[in-house]
């Protein structure tokens, strides 16, 4: 038996070291994926709030904004109705708290910065947080002077006043600030967003990796253990394979011997945490857009409550307002004093005014709602100017103006809305007695063009203030215009009748003095 060679037999060592060696590896790997894992949350998690935090300030601008309009508008109210209070406003202590609000939120931001860039750029938001503290201090603190002039003032007067010497450029440089806080906040919230996707695309491909090296240990493991062991190797790998390939419902099964269960137990919970992050992002998302669209809703609605407003109060005004024109008619009729026909005239001159403003609110419901067409048939343009000039002609008197009117002989026939051509006209009339100083001329005269038919009004008052064209926007005036108690709503009717005629209309002061008016009709 001595002389028999011994086999070659491998030390048990060497399978320790192999052993672990190979678990080392794994361990390693196990770490790489951890930490992968851990760098991953934390960034998502830094991203969310950083875009948490922005969403919150947008709506906190927001409110700023809604509400510093809540106080312009009350404050014009408090001198609309007699003002002379001193005491702060609801709505003043209302904006104080929100910009106070808004201030603690950036400072809050400040304190829980992870970065110089990420803190100066928070204080900068909070230097703009000042400003605009700053210049509704500014505003309050002339307002309430203003207020305290004594009880009697001219409400319109101080109205004004508040407007153009109190808030004046203030108003433009306040909204300027909120668009730089509302740009700056969108910035931020895409820049986590985005910081966000860079962060998914850097884990999958991190994932796929490890799961490339986790296959590479594999086929070590296949050459070195025993081949009982091959079976569980093989499951972990087609799991990660399955993952790494985007197949994020992908797990290793459960019950693995030994080791290899801690090693299923970490790539699942990996799984887990980046299937959960994806998840719980994309549910932020849909969050936020139906907030978007709930406050589009909103928006929405108030506009449908204004217009039925406009078309309520329509309706409301025009009863009373043609029972006072039949009485007023009826007195007129009656055996009387000469003073008192002369204020019945007057009655009536009014009456007639003030339901013409009221058809023109009544057809501006209308129009927005898209429920006003014209119907355009042949209608002679001469007989409409005159008709026009005759139910202005008694407000004309009431305001000691003298009407003309230059009108041709020869009927002059286009396809129009008499009604609503008349309608725009009667408007220019109005508004041209209603700028003409007692004593002056208003002069209405239709000529034809080479293609279209020329409705002119000229008067010799105090003219246009400013571009003219801006004249014929909803509710737009110039200072004469607010001066005279206008709702600014005559032109723009105006304008929208001659459009929808496939006309123009335009607006000029005169070299001799005073304003014209000019609808061109096609013919």
């Not at 003002?83 to 709505?91: C, I, L, N, T």
């Not at 309050?140 to 009697?152: N, S, W």
């Amino acid at each position: 038996m001595n002389g028999l060679p011994i086999p070659h037999m491998r030390p048990r060592a060497s399978i320790i070291t192999r052993l672990v060696i190979g678990f080392a590896f794994l361990v390693l790997v196990l770490a790489a994926a951890a930490v992968l894992a851990v760098w991953g949350l934390q960034r998502s998690r830094d991203d969310l709030r950083r875009s948490e935090q922005s969403f919150v300030q947008l709506e906190t601008v927001r409110t700023i904004e809604a509400a510093f309009d809540r106080y312009l508008l009350g404050e014009i109210a408090r001198r609309l109705g007699g003002g002379g209070d001193p005491a702060e406003s609801v709505a003043a202590a209302e904006l104080r708290g929100t910009l106070l609000i808004y201030r603690r939120q950036i400072g809050a931001e400040i304190a829980t910065a992870t970065s110089d860039a990420e803190r100066d750029a928070e204080r900068s938001e909070m230097i703009r947080a000042a400003a605009l503290s700053d210049l509704f201090e500014t505003i309050e603190a002339q307002a309430m002077l203003d207020r305290t002039r004594g009880p009697v003032f001219d409400a319109t007067e101080a109205a004004r006043i508040f407007l153009d010497e109190i808030v004046a450029l203030r108003d433009d440089a306040f909204r300027a600030v909120i668009f730089e806080v509302l740009a700056d906040e969108r910035s931020e919230a895409e820049a986590a967003f985005a910081g966000l996707a860079e962060t998914r695309v850097v884990l999958i491909w991190a994932g796929f990796g490890l799961a490339m090296l986790l296959l590479v240990s594999v086929a070590v493991f296949a050459l070195l253990l025993h081949r009982g062991l091959m079976r569980p190797i093989r499951a972990l790998a087609s799991s990660v394979q399955s993952f790494g390939a985007g197949d994020k419902s992908a797990r290793a099964p459960a019950g693995m011997p030994g080791e290899f269960s801690l090693l299923a137990d970490g790539f699942n919970q990996m799984a887990t945490r980046l299937a959960g992050e994806q998840s719980r992002l994309q549910d932020q998302v849909s969050a936020r857009t139906a907030e978007l669209e709930t406050a589009n809703a909103e928006l929405t609605r108030i506009d449908r409550s204004r217009r039925e407003f406009f078309a309520n109060i329509s309706h409301e005004l025009r009863t009373p307002v043609t029972v006072l024109l039949g009485e007023a008619q009826i007195a007129r009729a009656a055996k009387g004093e000469a003073p008192l026909r002369e204020a019945l005239e007057r009655v009536a001159a009014s009456g007639g005014f003030l339901r013409r403003r009221l058809d023109d609110l009544m057809r501006l419901a209308r129009s927005e709602d898209g429920q006003l067409s014209l119907t355009l048939a042949a209608a002679d343009l001469t007989e409409i100017a005159a008709s026009a000039v005759t139910m202005a002609t008694s407000y004309a008197e009431a305001n000691e103006i003298t009407l003309d009117a230059d009108l041709p002989s020869p009927p002059l026939w286009a396809n129009c809305d008499a009604e609503a051509l008349r309608q725009a006209l009667l408007a220019l009339i109005d508004n041209a007695i209603k700028f003409t100083p007692p004593g002056g001329v208003v002069s209405v005269s239709l000529a034809k063009a080479p293609d279209a038919a020329v409705l002119s009004v000229a008067d010799t008052g105090t003219g246009i203030e400013g571009d003219p064209s801006q004249l014929f926007d909803r509710y737009a005036q110039d200072s004469t215009g607010r001066q005279a108690g206008g709702t600014g709503l005559g032109l723009a009717i105006a304008k929208w009748i001659a459009e929808q005629h496939g006309g123009r209309i335009s607006g000029s002061n005169r070299a001799s003095g005073g304003a014209e008016f000019q609808v061109e009709v096609p013919l």
